[in-house]
């Protein structure tokens, strides 16, 4: 059975970056794809970014450049690094899994809020 807890989330002000941490229990962590998604009031939910190798990485057009999501297969770890945070960023952020191959994301974890507020 796959677990996701996401970390990281919090206040921070316009111009400012956060390090949203996602930990993964369960086995065989290298052979799943991990995503983080959003979801900002009012909104349907969005892919952010996903990984799976660093040379199969996706990311949300408009959020290349400020955004990099990065794994650790040794900690089954992943990361979203936030960069030069905008109030239009602010949203629950959640961690995602799936099995190579797969067409959905079948693990999730709880969500993180990250607020972007002078």
């Known amino acids: 059975q796959v677990q996701l807890l996401e970390s990281g989330g919090g206040l921070v002000q316009p111009g400012g970056s956060l390090r949203l941490s996602c930990a993964f229990s369960?086995?065989?962590?290298?052979?799943?794809?991990m995503a983080w998604f959003r979801q900002a009031p009012g909104k349907e939910r969005e892919l952010v970014a996903a990984t799976y190798v660093p040379s199969a990485t996706y990311y949300e057009d408009s959020l290349k450049g400020r955004f990099t999501i990065s794994r650790d297969n040794a900690k089954n770890m992943v990361y979203l690094q936030m960069n030069n945070l905008q109030p239009e960023d602010t949203a629950i952020y959640y961690c995602?899994?799936?099995?190579?191959?797969?067409?959905?994301?079948?693990?999730w974890g709880q969500g993180t809020q990250v607020t972007v507020s002078s």
């Open positions: 995602a899994a799936k099995v190579r191959g797969d067409q959905d994301y079948s693990y």
């Open positions: 369960g086995r065989a962590f290298s052979m799943y794809v």
